[in-house]
């Protein structure tokens, strides 16, 4: 059942999470929020259609979409400014070191409370689906690499 869950999350919560909102190398620059939550719905919905979710089950698990896509929208926003504050301190005669930690603090406070609502996520997607969606969507997350206990 443990491992049943992580893979759900892996397969969903992941996809949501960091399929939309990871940070480009420098140089494919910023993602339009708009086309990535489109490209994330459209993931997700096929997913629901290959799991055969029922209306009710689909309209939950686009709510739990929803809100990871805000959040991840909230990441992306502060993720700018993070970079920006940086860059001025960088620029700067004399960097600000306790301004500086405190920014990795709050920007690793931020991520850490992503991954929190990213678990519980992952734990409403697993109560909404039965038994047999869920060992399905765990056998497709298998093909995205080895998983061991």
Do not use: N, Y
Request: one cysteine or more; a neutral charge; aromatic letters at 2%.
């Amino acid at each position: 059942m443990k491992k049943t869950l992580a893979l759900a999350a892996v397969a969903l919560v992941g996809l949501v999470t960091l399929t939309g909102f990871r940070g480009g190398c420098g140089h494919r620059g910023d993602r339009d929020p708009a086309r990535m939550a489109a490209l994330i719905t459209d993931r997700v919905e096929d997913a629901l259609d290959d799991l055969d979710a029922t209306p009710a089950q689909r309209t939950q698990l686009l709510a739990v979409k929803d809100r990871l896509l805000a959040e991840g929208q909230t990441l992306q926003g502060t993720r700018k400014a993070t970079h920006e504050t940086l860059r001025a301190e960088w620029a700067s005669e004399k960097p600000d070191r306790a301004a500086l930690h405190a920014l990795v603090d709050a920007r690793a406070a931020e991520l850490t409370a992503m991954a929190h609502q990213a678990v519980d996520a992952a734990i409403e997607v697993h109560a909404t689906l039965t038994p047999e969606q869920r060992a399905k969507l765990a056998r497709k997350a298998e093909r995205f690499g080895p998983h061991h206990d």
